[in-house]
T-cell receptor, first 113, second 109 residues
């Protein structure tokens, strides 16, 4: 099993640009989580889905952030427009709904200048 | 909202010394998980505790869930340089998992 796959691994962009982060779940998993990690705020849950349905998006910072699951195995997190304070490592994680154990991807390091 | 704090934030030990990190939740938890994140890596699941007062061991690691299900601890006996990383607890309250602030462990040979 390849594990959770994220792309790109690194992204450098200018303020105001649109950024799209991608995540492929582990085959058979049906829960998907997006996290953001910074030194100041630690590991924050942004949003999670069960069976493609968003369950809790209370962690999404503001309307500039949006997340989708177009199918059962793939998700995107979009930031439009990006700002320097969005610079962070973004992780996605997947699990089985009844398992609770989350498998994290390698993360995308985003730098907004 | 639910908050999960860990102490200490950082600890530097000599190889062979013991290490303990403590996790405290503002609310009662249904279960608690522990993760390890190596420098530059991603969190990796270690274990889940569910029952009040539960104690589990993984080799040199001992995990404990408090009687009131609001706190937990991770103890490492005789640390090794491979133990370096940040240890997170993650508590599940009503629905979602809330990660603690993490304890960064540095082990000197």
């Amino acid at each position: 099993d390849a594990g959770v796959i994220q792309s790109p691994r690194h992204e450098v962009t200018e303020m105001g640009q649109e950024v799209t982060l991608r995540c492929k779940l582990i085959s058979g998993h049906n829960s998907l989580f997006w996290y953001r990690q910074t030194m100041m705020r630690g590991l924050e849950l942004l949003i999670y889905f069960n069976n493609n349905v968003p369950i809790d998006d209370s962690g999404m910072p503001e309307d500039r952030f949006s997340a989708k699951m177009p199918n059962a195995s793939f998700s995107t997190l979009k930031i439009q427009p990006s700002e320097p304070r969005d610079s962070a490592v973004y992780f996605c994680a997947s699990s089985l709904v009844n398992s609770y154990e989350q498998y994290f991807g390698p993360g995308t390091r985003l730098t907004v200048t | 909202g639910q908050q999960v704090m860990q102490i200490p934030q950082y600890q530097h030990v000599q190889e062979g010394e013991d290490f303990t990190t403590y996790c405290n939740s503002s609310t009662t938890l249904s279960n608690i998980q522990w993760y390890k994140q190596r420098p530059g890596g991603h969190p990796v699941f270690l274990i889940q505790l569910v029952k009040s007062g539960e104690v589990k061991k993984q080799k040199r690691l001992t995990f404990q869930f408090g009687e009131a299900k609001k706190n937990s601890s991770l103890h490492i006996t005789a640390t090794q340089t491979t133990d370096v990383g940040t240890y997170f607890c993650a508590g599940r309250g009503f629905q979602k998992l809330v990660f603690g602030t993490g304890t960064r462990l540095l082990v000197s040979p």
